[in-house]
């Protein structure tokens, strides 16, 4: 009895992460198919590596390794590479840099790939026999140290990040408002998750190791369902850095007024309705640096990009919601650069005060 009993929660482990593990790929790959951009490519790699990382820890902790040996290690080199591209990954969503991968972000999976070769040599006995020695041999050592490895790679690649742009930038009253509540969770249950594994690597707690993997699937969940909730979050945090960091000028030789009549242009033209625009590829059609167009948008209004592209695209979609014939809300959101209906929702909601629906039944009771 006791048997079947430890049979069936090593079997429900199993189910718990390689349910997560499912869901992560799953996600990177709809992902993948539905945004082809550079920083889509780069969630998708993160949520992929993220993926295989709970299948071998499946495997792992449950014991099952020992009918597919192969797989245990596998996810290493993945998630060293998204260790660096979370960094990129972080810079694109805070500091509107665009993305540019180098060579030395590559250098850790080079090295892993290396280290792991002789046990992907070995015969599925063999590699056994490894697992079973982890911390009695030398090689087992060093491949329980590229475990370990990937979880400071992410603290590491997440802790510069914070130290270099948030911490100096940001003020900490904007953790603390109805907005970033989800994100705050969020943010402090992924620190606790990598304190946890990190100490369980460490001190060689087998409960604490265990603990870590069973928190990460939870956490992919969460950030799944309140993702969208992120986003004024988001831009409260990038709004912050962007106005500390501006206070040496650099519009001291370009001319405002250049600035204001070329975007008056591009607006015209309607360039904010291309979803793919962002803060660099406009400051090029201006023909400044983007940290520049940063600096003018918070000098001249008060607000960043994102603010100032969102006001003409809501003005648009209120133009398209007074037409007589009806268009869906999700064709709006498409034609005026929202690349989701909740997203144009959620924006429409914060400038206009109420939903596109209401105001389109709004207007048509006014009209009659």
């Keep these: 009895m006791e048997t079947e009993s430890i049979t069936l929660n090593v ?12 869901f992560c790929i799953i996600w990177s790959l709809s992902n993948l198919v539905n945004n082809r951009k550079k920083s889509d490519f780069v969630w998708s790699f993160i949520l992929f590596s993220t993926g295989l990382w709970l299948l071998t820890g499946a495997f792992m902790f449950t014991g099952f390794y020992l009918y597919f040996p192969l797989i245990v290690f596998i996810h290493i080199p993945f998630v060293f590479l998204s260790a660096s591209f979370l960094y990129y990954y972080l810079e694109f969503l805070f500091l509107e840099k665009q993305i540019k991968f180098h060579w030395i972000g590559f250098l850790p999976t080079v090295i ?38 990937i979880k400071l790679s992410i603290l590491l690649s997440v802790g510069v990040f914070l130290i270099r742009e948030w911490i100096p930038n940001v003020m900490l009253s904007v953790f ?17 998750d990598l304190l946890i594994g990190s100490i369980g690597f460490s001190f060689q707690l087998p409960f604490f190791r265990k603990l870590s993997a069973y928190l990460l699937p939870i956490l992919m969940y969460f950030y799944y369902f309140t993702r969208e909730l992120w986003e004024p979050f988001v831009s409260d945090v990038r709004d912050n850095i962007q106005k500390n960091k501006y206070e040496k000028s650099k519009l001291v030789s370009v001319p405002l007024e250049i600035i204001d009549q070329k975007l008056y242009e591009l607006m015209q033209e309607k360039v904010f309705c291309d979803e793919d625009l962002n803060l660099s590829k406009l400051a090029e ?14 000098k001249r209004y008060g607000f960043g990009f994102y603010h100032y592209i969102n006001q003409y695209r809501i003005e648009e979609a209120k133009r398209y919601l007074l037409e007589p014939t009806e268009r869906t809300i999700l064709s709006i959101a498409d034609s005026v650069g929202f690349n989701s209906k909740s997203t144009f929702n959620r924006v429409f909601l914060e400038k206009v005060g109420i939903t596109p629906t209401d105001f389109r039944k709004q207007s048509k009771q006014t009209k009659s």
């Design 176 to 192: 603390f408002t109805k907005r970033a509540i989800y994100s705050l969770i969020f943010i402090l249950l992924v620190w606790l």
């Design 11 to 22: 079997l429900l482990e199993f189910l718990w992460m390689g349910s997560g593990a499912i």
């Design 112 to 149: 892993a790939i290396v280290l792991l070769i002789p046990y992907y040599l070995e015969s599925n006995e063999e590699r056994i026999h490894i697992l079973q020695s982890l911390q009695s041999s030398e090689y087992g050592s060093v491949l329980s140290g590229l475990n370990f490895g």
């Design 285 to 298: 059609m201006v023909g400044v640096k983007s940290g520049q167009l940063s600096e003018y948008f918070h």
